[in-house]
Each structure stands twice: as C-alpha cells, then as structure tokens.
C-alpha cells in the first residue's frame, strides 16, 4: 500500500483505492473503452483517471516517454501492477492481436465505406500492372480516377497488390 503524493489516498498493489477522507473502499467504474477509472483529486481539481494509470505510476515509477500501461492478461479489470507493463504503443497492439482483443481491420468491400468492389480493383491493378494510365482505366473500369490514384498510391486495396503482383511475376517467368 502507497500513500499518493495527494495524500487523500491509499493505493493498493491489486488496484483498490481507499479514501483516507471518507473512510472506505473507492468503487471504480468502467469507462467506455472498459478500463476501470475513479475520480480523482489532483491540486484540488477533480478528474477521471484510469486505475492501471495510478498503480503504474505508484508502483512501477513514472511512464516512460512514448509508453503505455499495458494488460498483460488483457483482462482491463485486473490492475494488479503483477499484471501490468510499460510497452509502447505498437507492442500494446500486436498483444491485443496475440491475445485476439482485437480483430484485424477490415479490408476491401468489407470496409463500409468502400466504393467499388473486388474485382474492380483487381481489374485497375492489374490494369496499373501493365502500365496504362490513371484517366484510361478510369474510363475502362468505371472506377473514378480519385479511386484509381489511391489504389495505384497502396492506399486501398493494398493486400491486393501483392497478390497480384505475385501472381504477374510468377505468370511472366514461365
């Protein structure tokens, strides 16, 4: 158990906060990204603050520069500072992905904004393949020239480009 810097507070290794003020456990709630966070005092002003945040700072020293507290369970609700780390952002990712917190993004038509379809990208790339220009295959396909630059700049429809292009590659070596 920690005393915070505020002196309003215990700190507890699992997460719990007492109130030295009010005599009792702090009830924390979920935020709506499913963190558990409290309302806290700071200099007298009131704020939210996640509960991994104040037992990482408490326990594991201040949070390096480009750094996050991150779940080592995945489980939000478990801050006991055992269960927690310091990793940069692009590590927190691929654990979310290891662990399945998160799905791969959406690609393609599956995207819901996603104007054209698969086999119209095909269509450009393989079109962009073989060198044609952006207002011909515009013409050809139907797909706007906006849509052709961003497929053409790897912005949209990436994963197709290396299927294609494997595919292109393979075909004209044999």
Request: glycine share 8%; with cysteine; hydrophobic share 30%.
């Amino acid at each position: 158990m920690i005393r915070t810097e505020e002196g309003n507070w215990l700190i507890y290794e699992d997460g719990k906060l007492y109130s030295i003020k009010y005599k009792r456990f702090m009830n924390p709630s979920p935020s709506s990204s499913g963190y558990l966070k409290t309302n806290y005092k700071v200099n007298g002003k009131s704020k939210n603050i996640n509960i991994h945040d104040l037992v990482a700072k408490y326990f594991m020293g201040e949070k390096p520069k480009g750094m996050i507290v991150n779940h080592i369970d995945g489980n939000k609700h478990n801050n006991h500072v055992n269960n927690l780390e310091y990793i940069d952002y692009k590590g927190n990712s691929n654990h979310a992905r290891e662990l399945g917190l998160i799905k791969n993004q959406a690609r393609g038509s599956r995207i819901g904004t996603s104007t054209i379809t698969e086999s119209q990208a095909k269509e450009v790339i393989s079109l962009l393949i073989k060198g044609e220009r952006n207002k011909d295959i515009s013409a050809k396909t139907g797909v706007t020239r906006t849509n052709v630059c961003h497929i053409k700049a790897k912005n949209s429809w990436k994963h197709l480009w290396a299927e294609l292009e494997g595919a292109t590659t393979i075909e004209s070596t044999t």
